[in-house]
C-alpha cells in the first residue's frame, strides 16, 4: 500500500502527514490529528455522523480519502466554538434540546452549519431537505429543526465557519 | 429557588457533546491498542468442513487468528439453559453474519486485510429462515440437542377462553404481524477490553455496566471486584445495548492472549446482523364483542421468531405481551399463550417497549377491527372498553400486573379538544369524493405500557440481580454535590433530571451538582437503564439519598443553631429557625461541619453521604392517547403523517424538555415502524436489509412535527410519583399510524394493512381493492 505525503489544515492548525493512500478523511481526522468528535455511524455514506466542512463544503468525511483532501481546509465540530463561547449553532442545540445520545450530534451541526452557510433564513421544509443526509436515532428531528431555526435567528453558522468559507471562495 | 421539579432545564451534557468533546468508547486511546476483525458467515445454515487462518496469520501486522477450535474451554455465553451460544462458530453457523474467526492486528485496516485472507468450507444445511419453515412438519431442529424449533411454549391464563367466546354476540379471528426491527442506534457496538495481572478493565457500550462486569466474571471466574466494566458515552441504545455479545467476551479473552488492549469495532453492516433485532411476533387473536363494541373475551396465541439463538432478555419479551394483552381496556377474560421459535436469522431481544408495542398494537387493532365490524367510530368502541379512574389501581388477571393511578378516559379526552374529530371526517369524506386529493385518514390509539421495570423477583428472571436501583448522595465541604446512581444513560439525560431531583431536596444550584454513572469501580452496585425505569427508579433512589442527607443535615444545623431539630427548616440552601428571622446557617456550613466530627452531636457520623436503593412495588403503567392524520398519495401509495398529536400520562414530569425530547424519539420510531421499517431475509436466509442502504431509518423529511400534551396523573408505586416514559411513543404510535392508514382506505374495503405500509403494498391495495 503507497504512502502519500498530505497537507491538510484542520480548524486552521496545518498539518503535513504521511497517510496510506486508502485512508480514509475521518480515520485521518480522529486517529491522525486525534479530533474524535467526527463519528463514524455508517459503512454506506447513509448516516452524516462523519460529516464536516471540507473548503467550504460540507462532505461526509468517511466517503473521502485523506490523500484526496490535500492541500485543503477542514472544519471539524472541534473547530466551531470561538473563544470558549460555542457557535450560534451549537447554542441552539442546547437551547432547544436538539441532541440527546450526541453521537449523530456532530453531523448534525455540522450540516446545519453548512446549510446556513448557503441559506440564512431557512424554513422548515428548507431545514429538514438541508439535513436529510444526516440520521438521527434519539431525538424524531423536531427538536433538530428547532435548533437550527434558533441559530439562524440568533447569529447563523458562526464566526469560525463563516471565516472558514470566505477563506475557502476567496 | 423555586422547585426544580418540573423545570425546563437546559442539559448539563450538551456543551462536551456539542463541542466534540463527548468520550464515546472509540474516542478512548490506550497505548498498544491491537484491533479485532471478524470472519463472519455469508450463509444462514451450513456445517464448518474447514477453516484455513494459514494466510491471514502471516499477513502484515496480525498478532493472532482465532476459531472456536483454537479456544478449547471457552465457555459459551449465557442463554436459556441447553441453547447457550459458542463465541465463535461451534462447527456449523447458524445465520447470516455469525462469528466464525477473528483476527487481531495492530491496525484497523491490518484486520480487515487479513480477516479477508480466512478461508472458509461451507456444507450448505436446509435454511429455516421463517418461523412457517422452522415449524414445517420435515423441519429438523436448528439447535443441538434439541427435538425442535420450538423453544419455549407457555400458557398464561387458567382458560382458553373458549366458552366466552362462544356466548359472545359477535366473535372475529384477526391475524396480526408486528415485523422484525432494527434498532440502530447512531453508534454500533464498540469495545475497548484491558486484560492486566490486576484484572479486566472493559469500555462498552452498554446499558448495563454492572450486569456486564457479573457476566464477565462468571465467565472468566474472576472476582466481580477484579473487573471493572465502564460505560462512559454510549451512542444510543433502545434496548439491544441490554445485551451481552459474544464479541464483548472475546474481546477480554483475545487481550488475555495477545496481552495488549483489544478494540472491537463493529460496522454498520456487521450491526445489523449482530445486534438482536426487536419485535418478530405473529398473533393470532380471536375477539369477543357485543353490540356496543363491547370486549368480552380476548384469546392471544403469539408466536415469537427468536433467531438462531435465543437471548436470555428476547425470550422473556412474549411474557410481556401477553400480560399487556388486554391494553388499557377492562376485559373480562383474557386467554394468553406464546411460542418462541429458533430460524436461521439474527438472535431477537430487546427494542424500545420490548414486548409491550406488540401489545398496544395488537389490542389496538382488535378495538379497531370490531368498530368497523360494527360500523361504529372507533373512539365510541374505546370509550365504552375503558378502564375508568375510580377502578384504579386495576388489577388485570395476570398475577402481579396492577395498572396505577390513571386517567384513560382523561387522556382521550384531552385529546380530542385538541383535535377537531367532526372536521377531521368531514375533510376525509370530502378528499374521499375528489380524485384530486389524496385520502385522508385518521387513527386513535389509546394505550397503556410497562415502565419503572423491577420489581426484583420479575427482573430476575431477565437474569438480573434485581429490579431496584442505588444512588449515593455525597456533599463535598462547600456544599456542592456529587450523585453516583447505578442507572446507565445513552442519551435520556440523567446528569441533568437527577441533578433537579437533588437540587429540589436540597437546594444546592443545579450547577454545583455532578452526576457519576456507567462504572462499575467508582458507582455502588447498580443495574442499568432499560425499560423505562431512569426517573421511576433510578430517579427515585436519588430522591431517597437525597432526601437521607437531607435529614442527617438537619440534625447537624439544629445543632449548630442551638435549636430542636424539628423546628429548624430547610430554604434555598439555607438552615432557619422556622417563622424566625433569627440566625441561619448555609447548606455549605453544615457540610463542612459535617467533617468536624469533635462538633458534631453526639451519635452522629462525620460525613453527608448516603447511599438508597429503591425497590420499586411493582412496574409503573404510563398511560395515553395519540391521534394520527395521514394523507395517503393515490399515484404512488406514499402515506405521509400530516398531524400526528400526543397526549401522555408518565405521571410526574421532572423536565418537560427532556420528557418532550423522550416522546418524540419515541414516536418517531413507531411511526418508523408503521411506514418504512423491516428487517427481512430471502429464503436463503440471506438479509434483504443489511445496512442502510436497504434498511429505512427515516430522516428529517420523512418524519412530522409532534404535538405532544401531558395529563399529569401521579403514580403511588414510587416517592416521586414519575411511571417512566422512554418507550410510550413507541408504544402508542405504530397502531396510531396503521388505524389511520386503514381509515383512509376503508372504503375500499380495506381492513387491514401490514407493517410497514410501504408505498408498494398501499398502492397495491389501492388498485386491487377498488378494482382497477
Known amino acids: 500500500m503507497s504512502h502519500h505525503k498530505v497537507r491538510i489544515s484542520v480548524n486552521g492548525v496545518p498539518g503535513e502527514d504521511e497517510v496510506e493512500s486508502r485512508r480514509l478523511l475521518v480515520h485521518y481526522l480522529r486517529e491522525t490529528r486525534g479530533l474524535t468528535g467526527t463519528h463514524v455511524g455508517c459503512d454506506t455514506s447513509n448516516c452524516g455522523a462523519c460529516t464536516v466542512l471540507l473548503d467550504g463544503m460540507t462532505v461526509k468525511s468517511c466517503t473521502v480519502l485523506a490523500v484526496a483532501a490535500d492541500g485543503s481546509e477542514v472544519l471539524t465540530v472541534e473547530g466551531l466554538a470561538d473563544d470558549e463561547a460555542m457557535s450560534p449553532v451549537q447554542e441552539g442545540f442546547r437551547a432547544c434540546h436538539g441532541l440527546q445520545c450526541g453521537y449523530c450530534t456532530p453531523g448534525m451541526v455540522m450540516a446545519a452549519t453548512g446549510l446556513l452557510l448557503e441559506n440564512p433564513a431557512p424554513d422548515e421544509a428548507e431545514i429538514r431537505a438541508g439535513i436529510e443526509g444526516n440520521l438521527c436515532r434519539c431525538t424524531g428531528y423536531q427538536m433538530i429543526v428547532d435548533s437550527v431555526r434558533w441559530a439562524a435567528e440568533n447569529g447563523g453558522a458562526g464566526t469560525a465557519a463563516t471565516t472558514h468559507a470566505e477563506r475557502a471562495s476567496s | ?772
Not at chain 2, 486485510?113 to 420435515?138: G, I, M, N
Not at chain 2, 368531514?426 to 421495570?453: H, N
Request: aromatic content about 6%; charged content about 20%.
Open chain 2, 1 to 772: 429557588m423555586g422547585s426544580m421539579i418540573g423545570a425546563a432545564v437546559v442539559r448539563k451534557e450538551d456543551p462536551a457533546l456539542l463541542t466534540g468533546r463527548g468520550t464515546f468508547v472509540e474516542d478512548l486511546r490506550l497505548p498498544g491498542t491491537a484491533y479485532m476483525a471478524y470472519v463472519r458467515s455469508p450463509v444462514a445454515h451450513a456445517r464448518i468442513t474447514a477453516i484455513d487462518t494459514q494466510e491471514a496469520a502471516a499477513a502484515p501486522g496480525v498478532l493472532g487468528v482465532w476459531t472456536h477450535a483454537d479456544l478449547p474451554g471457552l465457555p459459551p455465553t449465557r442463554s436459556v439453559p441447553g441453547m447457550e451460544r459458542p463465541c465463535l462458530a461451534d462447527g456449523a453457523v447458524r445465520f447470516v453474519g455469525e462469528a466464525v474467526a477473528v483476527v487481531v492486528a495492530t491496525d484497523r485496516y491490518l484486520a480487515a486485510d487479513a480477516a479477508e485472507l480466512v478461508e472458509v468450507d461451507y456444507d450448505d444445511l436446509p435454511v429455516l429462515a421463517s418461523v412457517a419453515a422452522a415449524t414445517a412438519a420435515d423441519a429438523a431442529p436448528i439447535l443441538p440437542g434439541l427435538e425442535s424449533n420450538v423453544v419455549l411454549e407457555q400458557v398464561l391464563s387458567a382458560t382458553d377462553a373458549e366458552a366466552e367466546l362462544a356466548a359472545a354476540p359477535h366473535r372475529m379471528a384477526i391475524r396480526l404481524r408486528n415485523q422484525r426491527c432494527a434498532a440502530v442506534p447512531m453508534e454500533p457496538t464498540v469495545c475497548l477490553a484491558d486484560w492486566q495481572h490486576s484484572g479486566l478493565t472493559v469500555y462498552l457500550t452498554t446499558q448495563t455496566p454492572h450486569h456486564m462486569r457479573n457476566e464477565f466474571a462468571q465467565w472468566f471466574g474472576l472476582a466481580q471486584e477484579q473487573v471493572r466494566v465502564i460505560a462512559p458515552d454510549v451512542g444510543g441504545g433502545f434496548g439491544a445495548k441490554a445485551s451481552c455479545y459474544p464479541e464483548f467476551l472475546l474481546a477480554a479473552e483475545l487481550s488475555r492472549r495477545v496481552q495488549r488492549p483489544v478494540r472491537y469495532v463493529e460496522t454498520r453492516s456487521e450491526n445489523m446482523t449482530s445486534m438482536v433485532h426487536g419485535r418478530a411476533q405473529e398473533h393470532d387473536v380471536e375477539v369477543g364483542f357485543d353490540d356496543d363494541g363491547r370486549l368480552l373475551a380476548l384469546r392471544v396465541r403469539i408466536t415469537q421468531d427468536c433467531g438462531a439463538w435465543p437471548d436470555t432478555t428476547g425470550v422473556g419479551l412474549p411474557t410481556l405481551t401477553s400480560f399487556m394483552s388486554g391494553g388499557c381496556y377492562r376485559i373480562p377474560v383474557i386467554a394468553a399463550s406464546f411460542r418462541s421459535v429458533v430460524t436461521n436469522t439474527t438472535p431477537v431481544g430487546s427494542y424500545r417497549g420490548a414486548g409491550r408495542p406488540e401489545a398496544s398494537y395488537m389490542i389496538e387493532r382488535v378495538v379497531d377491527h370490531v368498530a368497523a365490524e360494527l360500523g361504529r367510530d372507533p373512539v365510541e368502541v374505546r370509550r365504552v372498553n375503558l378502564i375508568r379512574p375510580d377502578e384504579m389501581p386495576y388489577a388485570t388477571q395476570f398475577e402481579g400486573i396492577v395498572y396505577d393511578e390513571a386517567n384513560y378516559p382523561g387522556c382521550l379526552d384531552l385529546l380530542l379538544t385538541h383535535v377537531d374529530y367532526d372536521d377531521l371526517r368531514r375533510r376525509r369524506d370530502a378528499q374521499r369524493d375528489d380524485p384530486t386529493a389524496p385520502l385522508l385518514g385518521i387513527g386513535f390509539s389509546t394505550f397503556v405500557e410497562m415502565g419503572g421495570f423491577g420489581p426484583t423477583p420479575l427482573f430476575e428472571q431477565f437474569g438480573y440481580v434485581g429490579g431496584w436501583e442505588s444512588a449515593n448522595v455525597r456533599l463535598t465541604t462547600d456544599g456542592s454535590a456529587v450523585i453516583k446512581v447505578g442507572t446507565s444513560p445513552h442519551g435520556q439525560g440523567h446528569k441533568t433530571t437527577f441533578a433537579q431531583i437533588v437540587a429540589d431536596q436540597l437546594g444546592i444550584d443545579i450547577d454545583r451538582i455532578s452526576l457519576l454513572h456507567g462504572d462499575t469501580a467508582t458507582v455502588q452496585e447498580g443495574i442499568g437503564t432499560m425499560g423505562s425505569r431512569g426517573a421511576p427508579v433510578g430517579g427515585s433512589a436519588v430522591f431517597k439519598a437525597a432526601d437521607k442527607v437531607r435529614a442527617k443535615a438537619l440534625r447537624i444545623a439544629a445543632h449548630m443553631l442551638e435549636a430542636d431539630e424539628s423546628d429548624v427548616e430547610l430554604t434555598d440552601g439555607t438552615f432557619r429557625v422556622a417563622g424566625t428571622t433569627g440566625p441561619t446557617v448555609t447548606l455549605a456550613e453544615v457540610a463542612l461541619r459535617s467533617l468536624k466530627p469533635h462538633l458534631l452531636p453526639e451519635g452522629v457520623d462525620p460525613g453527608l453521604e448516603e447511599t438508597a436503593h429503591h425497590e420499586p412495588s411493582n412496574l409503573s403503567y404510563p398511560s395515553g392517547a395519540h391521534c394520527c392524520v395521514v394523507e395517503i398519495d393515490r399515484e404512488t401509495g406514499r402515506v405521509d403523517v400530516v398531524r400526528y398529536v400526543a397526549v401522555d400520562d408518565c405521571g410526574t414530569v421532572i423536565n418537560p424538555l427532556l420528557a418532550t425530547g423522550q416522546i418524540h424519539g419515541g414516536l418517531a420510531q413507531g411511526i418508523a415502524q408503521a411506514l418504512y421499517e423491516e428487517v427481512s431475509y430471502d429464503e436463503d436466509g440471506q438479509p434483504r436489509t443489511g445496512n442502510l442502504v436497504t434498511y429505512t431509518v427515516p430522516a428529517a423529511e420523512d418524519l412530522p412535527p409532534y404535538e405532544t400534551h401531558h395529563l399529569v396523573t401521579p403514580t403511588s408505586f414510587n416517592p416521586l410519583g414519575a411511571k417512566g416514559l422512554g418507550e410510550s411513543g413507541a408504544t402508542a404510535a405504530p397502531q396510531a399510524v396503521v388505524n389511520a392508514v386503514v381509515d383512509a382506505l376503508s372504503h375500499l374495503g380495506v381492513r387491514d394493512v401490514e407493517m410497514p405500509c410501504t408505498p408498494a403494498k398501499v398502492w397495491g391495495l389501492l388498485n386491487t381493492a377498488n378494482g382497477s
